[in-house]
């Protein structure tokens, strides 16, 4: 029998900065109330899931949803599993990272360049990285069904490692709190695309429009 790994992808709650346009990158932004209530919202219907194993990012706005969702159980915080390292940019806004880095804010908008930051990961990098993350716990994994807490850009670059899409595909939406499903059949190296986005346990909690993709 076919070995399959399954792993369900949520992305964290809601930040201000994620209202605000801020560029978060590895900085260790909290939740905000919304994004506590979108992580409440999340836990419930995931809470009575056999999970053999739940991951989350050492971010905390990331491994506080990880938790709600887990209860009692325990939470394997994975540095990894951080969002794109965007160097000097963190803590400004789209307006002054185009107004101060001119040059750097041309090529991130142009999704088929290098993208690259400095002081941070460039996209061929943090692209790399998420897809050797994927692949390396579909590997350490292998048979089991497990949750894996992060942030948007990292499970967007998932998809497309999972998908086969190329690195500069268009971005998919992923709300926060939102919950995604890839399924790897092991043997083959295969991927499936089970769910994306699913924001049906949110409700009102859903934000209304994701303006800022890229943090």
């Not at 924001?199 to 429009?209: I, Q, V």
Request: with cysteine; charged share 25%; hydrophobic share 40%.
């Amino acid at each position: 029998m076919e070995l399959t790994t399954t792993i369900y992808l949520v992305r964290h709650g809601q930040t201000e900065a994620n209202q605000t346009g801020v560029f978060q990158g590895h900085a260790d932004v909290p939740l905000d109330s919304s994004g506590l209530e979108q992580a409440r919202l999340v836990g419930e219907r995931l809470r009575q899931v056999p999970f053999d194993a739940i991951l989350s990012s050492d971010l905390s706005r990331a491994a506080v949803t990880a938790r709600a969702i887990a209860g009692e159980r325990p939470v394997l915080l994975r540095k990894e599993l951080r969002e794109w390292d965007l160097g000097h940019w963190v803590g400004l806004t789209f307006a002054q990272v185009a107004e101060r880095f001119p040059e750097e804010y041309r090529n991130f908008k142009d999704i088929a360049s290098e993208g690259a930051i400095e002081g941070g990961e460039s996209r061929a990098q943090f692209n790399a990285r998420a897809d050797r993350v994927l692949r390396a716990l579909a590997d350490e994994f292998a048979g089991k069904t497990i949750l894996c807490v992060s942030h948007g850009g990292v499970l967007r670059a998932m998809f497309r490692a999972a998908a086969g899409f190329a690195p500069h595909a268009r971005f998919l939406r992923t709300d926060n709190a939102s919950l995604s499903c890839l399924r790897c059949f092991n043997d083959t190296g295969l991927w499936q695309v089970v769910t994306w986005n699913d924001c049906a346990h949110l409700g009102a909690a859903r934000s209304a429009d994701e303006k800022f993709p890229f943090k």
